[in-house]
């Protein structure tokens, strides 16, 4: 393999390209209230929000890599941080829920053209302790950018600067998206794959139907109160996965690499990664959207306040990340993800605990310490994901694998908000519009689906033993 070179200049812009669609996911979490205030959103329009955002991500996730090994990534990456950056402008000044939206899905597919080329060329461009701490360093910038995001956009959306007020949390972004423009022709090498690849275009088209048909009726059927062409597009999922399936067999057959391989989804690696990604990258994001809506909307909070109330969150998942990959080293793959998850359903309960002792009266220090083992528990289970999701795959399959659990993370991540956001107004309403005892549902509905993968960790334990960061 033929390295280039990448000094610290060009290995800073790419870590802060890769903050952009982090940040982005925490400003607009803490944006959420002051969007509903402004354009008279509704619950279910917050979460199509969030949503359309994860889902744009996902899909193009894929078509994003393979452009960049064919076209060369520092150009795909700042095509991506352009389209960014304009659709961070059209959110801004978006005079319209539709309109809002319409940005949000070009700012996800954005995003999509830029994480999967960051990762690329740390691996081509670094080698030996470079790379090692290169990787480190973008394995715990979430934790940093998820910091910022949270307090940055708090502050911006608090301050109203020249009376914009959750606009500046879109258009902060166009400075930094320019300045990158600016700089990365002269800082960051321009590297491409040897051999050419192929999109699968007929693959993520099918894949995009199947995530609007989940996305959809999870997001709109509560309060539509389930007509059947919801019902209809929920069902339409089975044949849609079967024609998907169809579709990769026959590609396969002809030699050609489709989106997801069939034989690769056979791998018990593969589906326990699968697993991991469902249970636990759902209630993520799912909890991130509940609690900010629960702190702003439900007990009154000021963004600036509620974006504080995600600090000690932000910092302990930092730590965590930073330690995570000495901790797989020494230990079996097993212990580390048993342990995230005993922390992150201990810090779920104490923060269930917290909601119903406190109420409405419950505040940013009140809540840390439930927060801080769901940060360190949060971090652990991430670290892990690739790991124990890779085990059994072979060298020449690691692109395509890579690939499968990156578009099956952000799938379920872009599902979060519409499912648990779901339940959670089913929870309001039988509450009689109690935030705080919604919210207690919401996390024993994750203590739930964190216990199942504590079952099936157990059950593959001797199989995850033998995995160990090396």
């Not at 258009?171 to 990365?184: D, E, G, T, Y």
Request: charged share 10%; glycine share 10%; net charge positive.
């Amino acid at each position: 393999m033929q390295y280039v070179n990448l000094g610290r200049s060009g290995l800073l812009l790419l870590l802060t390209a890769q903050m952009l669609p982090v940040i982005d996911t925490s400003i607009t979490n803490v944006a959420l209230d002051s969007i509903t205030q402004s354009l008279g959103t509704t619950s279910t329009q917050l979460e199509l929000i969030v949503a359309l955002y994860g889902v744009a991500f996902a899909v193009s996730l894929a078509v994003g890599s393979k452009l960049g090994d064919n076209h060369g990534r520092r150009r795909i990456l700042q095509l991506g941080v352009f389209i960014f950056g304009l659709a961070s402008l059209l959110c801004g000044i978006s005079g319209s829920v539709n309109e809002l939206l319409a940005a949000r899905i070009l700012q996800g597919a954005g995003a999509a053209l830029i994480v999967p080329q960051i990762l690329a060329t740390l691996h081509v461009s670094l080698k030996g302790p470079a790379r090692a701490r290169a990787i480190s360093l973008y394995g715990g910038i979430g934790g940093i950018a998820f910091i910022i995001g949270q307090m940055g956009g708090g502050w911006l959306v608090s301050a109203d600067i020249a009376g914009l007020g959750w606009r500046n949390a879109f258009f902060i972004n166009v400075p930094f998206c320019l300045l990158f423009l600016l700089l990365s022709r002269f800082y960051i090498p321009e590297t491409s794959s040897e051999v050419s690849s192929r999109i699968d275009w007929p693959g993520s088209s099918i894949l995009a139907l199947m995530l609007c048909c989940l996305l959809f009726p999870m997001t709109l059927g509560p309060e539509l109160q389930w007509p059947w062409y919801m019902q209809a597009m929920l069902v339409l999922v089975l044949p849609l996965g079967y024609l998907m399936r169809t579709a990769a067999l026959m590609q396969q057959k002809r030699g050609l690499q489709p989106l997801v391989a069939p034989h690769l989804l056979k791998l018990p690696s593969i589906r326990f990664g699968s697993l991991i990604a469902v249970l636990f990258f759902t209630c993520w994001s799912g909890f991130m959207f509940c609690l900010a809506v629960t702190l702003q909307s439900g007990m009154g909070m000021a963004p600036w306040q509620s974006g504080n109330s995600f600090i000690a969150l932000g910092i302990s998942y930092f730590i965590s990340a930073c330690y995570a990959p000495k901790l797989i080293a020494r230990y079996s793959m097993s212990t580390i993800l048993l342990s995230g998850i005993s922390l992150q359903i201990m810090g779920l309960i104490g923060l269930m605990a917290t909601l119903y002792h406190y109420g409405h009266n419950a505040d940013a220090l009140i809540i840390a310490p439930a927060t801080v083992f769901i940060g360190y528990g949060q971090a652990l289970i991430v670290n892990t994901f690739y790991r124990v999701g890779m085990q059994d795959i072979k060298p020449n399959d690691a692109g395509a694998a890579s690939a499968i659990l990156s578009t099956l993370q952000q799938s379920t991540l872009a599902l979060g908000p519409a499912v648990l956001g779901g339940f959670f107004l089913h929870m309001q309403q039988q509450n009689h519009g109690n935030y705080p005892q919604a919210m207690i549902g919401v996390l024993a509905m994750e203590v739930l689906m964190m216990s199942v993968l504590v079952i099936a960790t157990i059950a593959k334990r001797r199989t995850l033993s033998v995995a160990t960061a090396g």
